[in-house]
Structures are given as C-alpha cells and as structure tokens.
C-alpha cells in the first residue's frame, strides 16, 4: 500500500509531468488533461487544495499541514489518509509523479486574452464548391487523426500549424470556415462533434496557410468539456463560458 511508503516526516516532491495540464476555478475544483492519453479528469476542491499546493512546489507532507491547518476540525490523520488515497490514484493514472528532489513542473492554462485579429489584409473566405470540397476533406482526416492516441494526434497537429503561418486571417475568414465545416458535419454519417469539428476547422485554416488556435477547456456546474478554435485569443463561433486548460 502507498500509505506504507508515505511515513509522516517524509519530505516527499510530487511532480506534475509535463503532459499534464491544469486549470482552476474559483469554486477550488480543478481541472486536468492527460495529453498522453487524451483523458479529462476533475477534482473536487478538497483534492483541488492539494493539486495546487503541488503545483506550487509543496512537498506532500507540507501540503497536508496546510490543508490540516485551513481545517481545524477535521482529524489531521484523516486529511492524511485521504491524501494519501487521492496521490495513489493520481500515481496510478500517470497524472503524477514522485521522487524526493525535483520541482513540479505545473502546466496551468494561460488567462484568456483577447487580441485585435482582424486585418485588411485577407480577403474573406466565400462559400461555394471548393470550401465544402476543403471542409470534407480536413472533417475527415480529423476523424482520422483523433483515432491515434491523442498524444501523437496533438504532436501532428503542433506540427501541422506551425508550417501554415504565413498568411494573414481576418475574424471573418475564420467565422466562414468553421461555419464551412460544421455544414459539412451536418452530412457526415459518423462523429461530427465539437472535438472533431474544431480539429477540422484547424486543419482547414493550416490547408489555406493560415493558423488558428486549438482549445480544449472546460466548464463547472456541472463539469463539462469543450473543444474550440481561437484566433488572436479571441473564441471562434464558440461558447464563451467555457475556459481554456490546452492551447495547441
């Protein structure tokens, strides 16, 4: 058992991988993508207290003094026990990591900030055959590349707008194309959600040598999670309620 290996006085480090990326809300809770793996995972706020006293460079002992001391009344054997069993699943899940030196290497999610996209340089996007053609076309190699594990799909996609920079792109233009590929989902027979959706509308800007940012986020009460595009910081035909844990 963990619990054996963890005797109190042990100035033990949790690191937090660099595949690993985090954002809190104000209610405590947090939130964690596993970019190797593609899975969400969510924390309530008492676990939520302990991610982010890691993530701040609190050894595991040191965190558990200070959640005990913001809670006199609970017995500081159980908080104990309980982080304990909460740090033994993070281990198990790959969302965590230990070792007696070291820093945690927190991936949090950057604020939103919004930025003035628009230039009068591009020329706006017109509907017609050849987008639909284009929208099809990224609809279905984003299928494709959401069927590899996420952590390769995530690498191609990093790769794939880091060589389409090279021309300009109003809000407009980038408006049209999501619109282009959500029409094409509405004719596609399989999975056409928001994942694939956004993924598509990268893709469709990187095939015009254009770039646009892939969001993945989240949103509480309940928890609920999103996948989006951005330009400039700026949400594309995108619910604004929603915010963001990974930029790609």
């Known amino acids: 058992m963990l619990a054996a290996r963890l005797p109190a006085g042990l100035m033990l480090k949790v690191r937090i991988p660099r595949h690993v990326h985090h954002r809190a809300y104000e209610h405590g809770g947090v939130v964690l993508i596993n970019t190797a793996t593609g899975h969400w995972h969510a924390?309530?706020?008492?676990?939520?207290?302990?991610w982010a006293s890691w993530a701040q460079g609190a050894d595991f002992e040191r965190s558990v003094a200070e959640i005990?001391?913001?809670?006199?009344?609970?017995?500081?054997?159980?908080?104990?026990?309980?982080?304990?069993?909460?740090?033994?699943?993070l281990l198990r899940r790959g969302l965590v990591g230990t070792g007696a030196h070291g820093s945690t290497r927190p991936r949090s999610a950057p604020s939103?900030?919004?930025?003035?996209?628009?230039?009068?340089?591009?020329?706006?996007?017109?509907?017609?055959?050849?987008a639909a053609l284009l929208a099809w076309c990224c609809l279905v190699l984003?299928?494709?590349?959401?069927?590899?594990?996420?952590?390769?799909?995530?690498?191609?996609?990093?790769?794939i707008r880091g060589v389409a920079r090279r021309r300009d792109m109003s809000t407009a233009w980038a408006e049209a194309a999501a619109h282009a590929v959500?029409?094409?989902?509405?004719?596609?027979?399989?999975?056409?959600?928001?994942?694939?959706?956004?993924?598509?509308?990268?893709?469709?800007?990187?095939?015009?040598?254009r770039h646009l940012d892939w969001c993945l986020g989240a949103a509480t009460d309940p928890y609920r999670f999103h996948a989006w595009v951005e330009l400039g910081g700026r949400p594309i035909a995108a619910d604004s309620a929603y915010l963001r844990v990974l930029t790609i």
């Open 182 to 209: 959500r029409r094409a989902a509405r004719r596609y027979p399989g999975r056409a959600a928001c994942l694939e959706t956004s993924l598509a509308t990268v893709l469709f800007a990187a095939a015009s040598l």
């Open 68 to 89: 005990s001391a913001r809670h006199p009344g609970v017995a500081p054997e159980r908080i104990h026990e309980d982080a304990v069993n909460l740090l033994h699943d």
């Open 112 to 130: 939103r900030e919004t930025a003035d996209a628009t230039t009068s340089l591009d020329h706006d996007l017109r509907p017609g055959w050849g």
């Open 43 to 50: 924390l309530n706020p008492a676990a939520g207290m302990l």
């Open 142 to 159: 984003a299928v494709l590349l959401l069927v590899l594990p996420f952590r390769v799909t995530a690498a191609v996609v990093g790769w």
